[in-house]
């Protein structure tokens, strides 16, 4: 029974569709995750994408099947020995790989995200005060403030700052 199933797939060039949307899909994800930390988008912009190209996946198997590109132009594959069983087999195949990420999507993953009752810690830090009789120390207490508020140490991932005014 996986035989005529593997011709008819090659007959209709699905694995050469499949093959390229792997490489249009790697393409993707490896262009759209540095952007995202240039731009300081949230880490769930890339599970977004992800669901987006499992999304796109049995689209592409389906028009792949339906249709067919030969020499630039688009045309409608011509019908095989197509049975119901085939049709039903390739139905039970799609919801078979969709069905363990669906699942996680839906389920496990909301379990696994499940908020803390704590807040994180965190700390302040306030601009010093030149307090010498003189007022002549006010670069003294700047560069001391700014060195506590400084993100370029290996203190803290995450450093939020406000100016002096």
Not at 81 to 98: F, K, N, Q, W, Y
Request: with cysteine.
């Amino acid at each position: 029974m996986g035989l005529p199933l593997l011709a008819e797939l090659k007959r209709r060039r699905v694995f050469r569709a499949l093959v390229g949307y792997g490489i249009a899909a790697f393409a993707v994800l490896q262009i759209i995750e540095p952007v995202m930390h240039g731009f300081h988008w949230p880490d769930s912009v890339l599970s977004y994408v992800v669901a987006a190209l499992a999304v796109g996946f049995p689209i592409v198997v389906t028009l792949a099947w339906i249709f067919d590109v030969n020499q630039g132009r688009i045309e409608r594959t011509a019908g095989g020995p197509v049975g119901a069983r085939l049709a039903a087999l390739l139905i039970a195949i799609g919801l078979a790989a969709a069905a363990p990420g669906v699942g996680w999507y839906f389920f496990v993953r909301g379990v696994a995200r499940a908020p803390s009752a704590q807040p994180a810690p965190s700390i302040a830090v306030l601009p010093f005060v030149d307090m010498s009789a003189q007022k002549d120390q006010e670069y003294f207490s700047d560069g001391v403030a700014e060195e506590r508020r400084s993100p370029s140490r290996e203190r803290t991932r995450t450093c939020a700052a406000s100016a002096r005014s």
